[in-house]
Nanobody, 129 residues
Framework: QVQLVESGGGLAQAGGSLRLSCAASGFTFHDYNDYVIGWFRQAPGKAREGVSF????????DYAVFVQGRFTISKDDVRKTVYLQMDNLKPEDTAIYYC???????????????????WGQGTQVTVSS
């Protein structure tokens, strides 16, 4: 069973930066290199929304329009860890950020939470104005 463990959340000021990490393990049935891993976020009272995703096979990535140019997703295949570098943070970025994974090497743009099979516990990101 794939397990995802997030870290790196916290408090930042507007304009500041944070880096989230998602450590993945438990690739028993399918190889790590055949997954899409990424990030959703959920603010209080709002639906969970996709933020950014990366293919562990070839490193292709996808971003939600509201984070393009500010967030960067990357991966470390040795550590089986996916990172989300968040720069120029805004108060509206405040949310719980969840790491998610699905077997399959190609990113499906705009896929909702139900498409992803594996989830981390979430990490809180709070941006003050």
């Amino acid at each position: 069973q794939v397990q995802l463990v997030e870290s790196g959340g916290g408090l930042a000021q507007a304009g500041g930066s944070l880096r989230l990490s998602c450590a993945a393990s438990g690739f028993t049935f399918h190889d790590y290199n055949d997954y899409v891993i990424g990030w959703f976020r959920q603010a209080p009272g709002k639906a969970r929304e996709g933020v950014s995703f990366i293919s562990t096979k070839d490193g292709t990535s996808d971003y939600a329009v509201f984070v393009q140019g500010r967030f960067t997703i990357s991966k470390d295949d040795v550590r089986k860890t996916v990172y989300l570098q968040m720069d120029n943070l805004k108060p509206e970025d405040t949310a719980i950020y969840y790491c998610a994974a699905v077997w399959g090497s190609e990113i499906v743009p705009n896929a909702g939470p139900s498409y992803y099979d594996h989830w981390g516990q979430g990490t809180q990101v709070t941006v003050s104005s």
